[in-house]
């Protein structure tokens, strides 16, 4: 088996998920939206290094570099949509803690 022969998208997913617990662990309930936004650049810059280093396949070239750029910043767009939805103005960040202002 080669890396060619597993689901990228199904490894990527995974290695995301592995990731979270690691780029995010010292982020509390009262971290600052700030904080939360640097958690998730810093993931999608591993994120798109690691996609770009396995949509290489077998071998790294030269070209990895230019991979490494279009692979983080493609992560980064799709990190920042969902921060934007997340802890934007009425995002999910924001109704939780009104939710538990109310429950207080």
Do not use: W
Not at 33 to 43: F, G, M
Not at 79 to 102: C, E, Q, T, V, Y
């Amino acid at each position: 088996m080669k890396i060619a022969d597993l689901d990228m998208r199904e490894l990527i997913d995974a290695i995301g998920g592995a990731l979270i617990p690691v780029v995010y662990k010292d982020i509390g309930k009262d971290a600052t939206p700030h904080a939360v936004r640097e958690r998730s650049r810093l993931n999608a810059e591993i994120m798109g290094r690691l996609a770009a280093v396995l949509y290489c396949g077998e071998k790294v070239g030269p070209e990895i570099v230019d991979l490494i750029d279009l692979f983080t910043a493609h992560m980064q767009l799709e990190h920042l949509h969902s921060m934007d939805r997340f802890l934007g103005p009425g995002g999910g960040l924001s109704r939780l803690r009104n939710a538990a202002r109310k429950a207080q």
